[in-house]
C-alpha cells in the first residue's frame, strides 16, 4: 500500500516494478562489459528462457474469502527468523553494475533485513561488506560463498574470516567448478573475474599473501596493463598487507595466484568431511539438481541445498531449477530448501514455496536494482518484491508461508 500512496503523492519509482522493464532500464545503464557479465547465461542461454518457462508453466489457484486481513510472509532459517522467505544470491564482480558494488548491497540488505550472501568472487572483501552491514544495523544477516580452492589452507582461512564476520552460513557453490562457456564474455575477449574487480576476498588473504610468495604450478596467461590496473584498484582501497604486496612488485603474483587456485575441478563428495570437521556453520550446496545428489548431501551431513543452475550460466541445456525442485523436495523432505534461478517476481517465489522450497534466492533482479540506484535502488527493489509477494500470497488465499504449503491445491499446469 505504501508504495500505491506514494505514486499517489507523485512519486514516480526509481526501480521499475516489472522485472523486464527492469532488465531493459539497467541494460541501459551498464557498460558492454557490465550487460555481458551480468545479463549472459551458458552456450545458447536455452537454460536461462528454461528457468522462466518452468515458473511460466505454473498457475496458481487462489482460493477465496480467506480472511487475509493479517497476513505474515516470515519464515524461519537455520535459527533465524527471517521477514521475507528470499536471500540475495551470491553475485560476483559487482563493481560491474555500480561503483558501490558490495557495499551497496550490503548496506540495503542490512536496511531491510535480507540474508546478503558474500560472493567468493566479491569486488569488496567480506570485512568491509560485514563492516557495512554493522554500520546499518548489528546482527543484519549474512552468509558466505566458497568456491573451493586448490589450497586448503586458503579454503580454510576463507572460512574462518567468515565465521569472523558474523556469516550464519557457508554456501559451498559445486556447479562452477571450471568457468561456463559464455560466449558474452568470451566474445569480449576477458575472464570477467579479473576484468572486474573480482578478486578482493583473494588479495585481502593472508594465506593467498603467501601463497603469492610462491610461484603458481598453473597456467602462466600473460596479463594485459587493463587487468594489473583492476587488481591493483581493488588492492587500493584496502591498505595493508595487500596493497603493500601488491604494490611491491606482486601483482602480476597476486593475478597468476588467482588463475592458479580458484577452481577445483578434482572436487568429490569424499572432500566434504574436511570442511565439515572445520566449521560449525550450517553449510549449504549450492548447485544440486539431481534427487540422488541431494541424498548424498544429506548423509555428508550437509543442512541444506540450494537448488540451483546458476542463473543459467554453466551447463547450456540444463534442467529448470524449479523442475528439478519437486523430486528433490521428496527425496530429502527434513532438509532446507532454497530455489534458487529465474525467480522475478512474487507469483514465482510463491510457486516455488508450493512446490518445496522454504525459501528462494534472487539474483541478477538485485544487481539490476543497483545498477540503477545503487543501495538505494537495491532497498527499493527488496521492497518491491516483499510487496509483491506479500499481495500475491494474500490474494491466493493463504495468511502466511504454512497456508502455501498446507496440502490446499494452490498450483495447476498450465494447459497445452
Ligand atoms: C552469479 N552467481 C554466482 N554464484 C555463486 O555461487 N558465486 C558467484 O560468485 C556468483 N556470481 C554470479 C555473478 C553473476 C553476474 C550472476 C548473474 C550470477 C549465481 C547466482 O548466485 C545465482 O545462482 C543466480 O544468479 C540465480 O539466477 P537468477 O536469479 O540470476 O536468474
Not at 523486464?20 to 545479463?39: E, F, N, S, V
Not at 528462457?49 to 505474515?72: E, T, Y
Not at 544495523?137 to 574462518?160: G, H, I, M, N, T
Request: with cysteine.
Amino acid at each position: 500500500q505504501a508504495i500505491y500512496t506514494q505514486g499517489m503523492a507523485g512519486r514516480v519509482p526509481r526501480i521499475p516494478p516489472e522485472p523486464r522493464a527492469l532488465a531493459a532500464a539497467a541494460a541501459k545503464a551498464m557498460t558492454r562489459a557490465g550487460r555481458g557479465y551480468i545479463d549472459g547465461g551458458a552456450g545458447t542461454e536455452a537454460t536461462i528462457g528454461a528457468n522462466r518457462a518452468a515458473f511460466d508453466g505454473w498457475q496458481i489457484v487462489p482460493r477465496m474469502l480467506a480472511d487475509v486481513s493479517r497476513r505474515n510472509t516470515g519464515i524461519d532459517l537455520f535459527g533465524r527468523r527471517l521477514a521475507q522467505p528470499f536471500l540475495l544470491s551470491p553475485i560476483g564482480v559487482l563493481d560491474l553494475a555500480h561503483p558501490s558494488a558490495d557495499i551497496g548491497v550490503a548496506e540495503a540488505a542490512a536496511s531491510r533485513g535480507v540474508p546478503m550472501i558474500f560472493s567468493n568472487q566479491a569486488s569488496h572483501p567480506m570485512e568491509a561488506c560485514a563492516d557495512a552491514m554493522d554500520a546499518v544495523a548489528k546482527d543484519a544477516p549474512r552468509w558466505f560463498q566458497l568456491y573451493w580452492p586448490k589450497s586448503d589452507a586458503l579454503a580454510e582461512s576463507l572460512v574462518a574470516r567468515a565465521e569472523a564476520c558474523g556469516c550464519e552460513a557457508l554456501v559451498v557453490t559445486l556447479d562452477t567448478t571450471l568457468l561456463g562457456w559464455r560466449p558474452r564474455d568470451l566474445t569480449l575477449g576477458h575472464l570477467p573475474f579479473l576484468h572486474g574487480r573480482g578478486i578482493a576476498q583473494y588479495t585481502s588473504d593472508p594465506v593467498f599473501q603467501d601463497l603469492m610468495a610462491t610461484a603458481p604450478t598453473g597456467e602462466r596467461p600473460p596479463i594485459t596493463w587493463a587487468t594489473l590496473k583492476n587488481a591493483l584498484a581493488a588492492a587500493r582501497r584496502y591498505p595493508g598487507p595487500t596493497w603493500n604486496a601488491m604494490t611491491s612488485g606482486k601483482a602480476i603474483a597476486a593475478v597468476r595466484q588467482f588463475i592458479a587456485t580458484y577452481s577445483r575441478p578434482d572436487l568429490s563428495w569424499d572432500d566434504l568431511a574436511w570442511l565439515r570437521e572445520r566449521t560449525r556453520l550450517p553449510i549449504l550446496l549450492k548447485g544440486v539438481l539431481a534427487p540422488d545428489d541431494a541424498r548424498r548431501a544429506e548423509a555428508a551431513g550437509m543442512d541444506g541445498l540450494i537448488v540451483s543452475n546458476h542463473g543459467g550460466r554453466q551447463v547450456d541445456g540444463a534442467i529448470a531449477s524449479l523442475d528439478a525442485l519437486p523430486a528433490i523436495a521428496a527425496a530429502v523432505p527434513d532438509m532446507p530448501l532454497i530455489l534458487d534461478s529465474g525467480v522475478r517476481t512474487g507469483a514465482d517465489i510463491f510457486k516455488a514455496l508450493a512446490l518445496g522450497a522454504t525459501a528462494v534466492g534472487i539474483g541478477r533482479p538485485y544487481a539490476w536494482a543497483l545498477a540503477l540506484g545503487g543501495r538505494a535502488g537495491v532497498a527499493e527493489w527488496i521492497d518491491n518484491t516483499a510487496a509483491e509477494f506479500e499481495l500475491t500470497m494474500a490474494l491466493a488465499g493463504c495468511r502466511d508461508i504454512a497456508d502455501i504449503t498446507d496440502g490446499t491445491a494452490r498450483l495447476t499446469r498450465r494447459g497445452p
